[in-house]
T-cell receptor, first 113, second 116 residues
């Protein structure tokens, strides 16, 4: 999978919006952008994914740049439960053994009460 | 609905003993994965089952590790003659395998294995 770059850490206050950036300048035209998160002492949790258009679900929104070289995960109102490591990854649908999830270091989000 | 469940949640064993870890995937999910995560580290792929196809065992670190999936549902990961370096969280995930670009994996809570 192509490489992604995320800030090591970010901090937010409770009930404020959080914008988590991800750069993926080598993304291919068919790569999907996925976000997972991992809360302390828990397994990873799928958050959202998209290809070109912005996406919304009950957990978050995903804003994808027009050139697709970057994206932003948006938590509209952070809660203490959102404190986690957030991983941005690219998924290539072209087959092979790319079903294996590989996370980088991700962004550690701290939410202050 | 019910998510992926794993048992036991914690396991402490002595070096040299065998352990069995169990995973119950989400009903209807055809794909099942095992990963390992050492403390403070990323995910390490171990094995992948998809339907009736031969599993991808390429991530198993040694022949002490084996896994099976019975009836296309429950899976068991077995570690024989455990070593201290096997201490980690063992995570199971399942998916509908809709296509690898959009496929999302749903993880269980993991089994925390400590080998003394």
């Amino acid at each position: 999978d192509a490489k992604t770059t995320q800030p090591n850490s970010m901090e937010s206050n409770e009930e404020e919006p959080v914008h988590l950036p991800c750069n993926h300048s080598t993304i291919s035209g068919t790569d999907y952008i996925h976000w997972y998160r991992q809360l302390p002492s828990q397994g990873p949790e799928y958050v959202i994914h998209g290809l070109t258009s912005n996406v919304n679900n009950r957990m978050a929104s995903l804003a994808i740049a027009e050139d697709r070289k970057s994206s932003t995960l948006i938590l509209h109102r952070a809660t203490l439960r959102d404190a986690a490591v957030y991983y941005c990854i690219l998924r290539d649908p072209s087959g092979g053994s790319n079903y294996k999830l590989t996370f980088g270091k991700g962004t550690l989000l701290t939410v202050n009460p | 609905g019910a998510g992926v469940s794993q048992s036991p949640s914690n396991k402490v064993t002595e070096k040299g003993k065998d352990v069995e870890l169990r995973c119950d995937p989400i009903s209807g999910h055809t794909a099942l994965y095992w990963y390992r995560q050492r403390l403070g580290q990323g995910l390490e792929f171990l094995i992948y089952f998809q339907g009736n196809s031969a599993p991808d065992k390429s991530g198993l670190p040694s022949d002490r590790f084996s896994a099976e999936r019975t009836g296309g549902s429950v899976s068991t990961l077995t570690i024989q003659r455990t070593q201290q370096e096997d201490s980690a969280v063992y995570l199971c995930a399942s998916s509908l395998n809709l296509g690898q670009g959009q496929e999302t994996q749903y993880f269980g809570p993991g089994t925390r294995l400590l080998v003394l």
